[in-house]
């Protein structure tokens, strides 16, 4: 009994002194900081943009190499912010429950690496402008939907929060709107990160799908 009773208060208290930390939370929270670093430097004449946002030019110069991992964690402007940190709640904290903290951070990171190297390597084949800057979670949001397109396909979503679709249809209606937004009314939107990280998630979304296949079957059971 006395055994019990100290390991029971060991693991009240170490819950009480260290809850469970939503990984997708405390991202949210260095999205929210780095916009006010970025931003209360700017107020002081200090632009940090080339320490942050990811530059093609730069990159295939060795330059400034950090910036593949800081872009996605840095927004310019307000809106920007709420949307990605908004979508992030939603889709990162499901993605988080269903792969678990560690899978969650590194996949999460190594998206948005890879998106921006994505962004980079088109920006070169499709002879495209290579001195622009990039920011932004989309990348990585992006990876978190193509992993889900492949885990749950048929899972509701409300695109836009009001649009209701089968989740497979909303990625694939997301990324075709804002392609023909930035063609179309030339809003600066970096598709190719945004195809990048959907590539990446629906190749670990297979890899997820073929070991566990007892566990996504009860997951689509589950979401039917």
């Known amino acids: 009994m006395n055994n019990y009773k100290k390991y029971t208060s060991k693991y009240l208290r170490k819950k009480i002194l260290f809850p469970s930390i939503s990984i997708t939370n405390l991202f949210i929270i260095i999205n929210i900081l780095v916009f006010l670093l970025f931003h209360i430097f700017y107020l002081f004449k200090i632009d940090l943009t080339n320490y942050l946002a990811v530059n093609p030019s730069s990159i295939a110069q060795g330059k400034y190499i950090w910036t593949l991992l800081t872009s996605v964690f840095t927004h310019y402007y307000f809106w920007h912010l709420v949307v990605n940190m908004?979508?992030?709640?939603?889709?990162?904290?499901?993605v988080e429950k269903i792969i678990g903290k560690k899978r969650f951070i590194w996949f999460y990171l190594l998206s948005g690496i890879f998106a921006s190297l994505f962004f980079v390597l088109f920006a070169f084949l499709f002879k495209q402008e290579t001195n622009i800057y990039a920011v932004g979670a989309?990348?990585?949001l992006f990876a978190l939907g193509g992993l889900l397109m492949v885990?749950?396909?048929?899972?509701k979503v409300y695109v836009f929060f009001?649009?209701?679709m089968q989740l497979w249809m909303g990625m694939i209606f997301m990324l075709g709107v804002l392609w023909l937004a930035s063609i179309g009314v030339g809003l600066p939107i970096g598709n190719t990160a945004h195809l990048g990280?959907?590539?990446l998630g629906?190749?670990?979304?297979?890899?997820?799908?073929?070991?566990?296949r007892k566990k996504v079957t009860l997951l689509n059971n589950l979401f039917r």
């Open 138 to 140: 989309s990348g990585a």
């Open 197 to 199: 990280g959907l590539i």
């Open 162 to 164: 009001f649009i209701p």
């Open 151 to 155: 885990l749950l396909p048929k899972l």
């Open 202 to 212: 629906l190749l670990y979304g297979l890899y997820l799908r073929k070991r566990y």
């Open 86 to 94: 908004i979508s992030l709640m939603f889709i990162g904290n499901f």
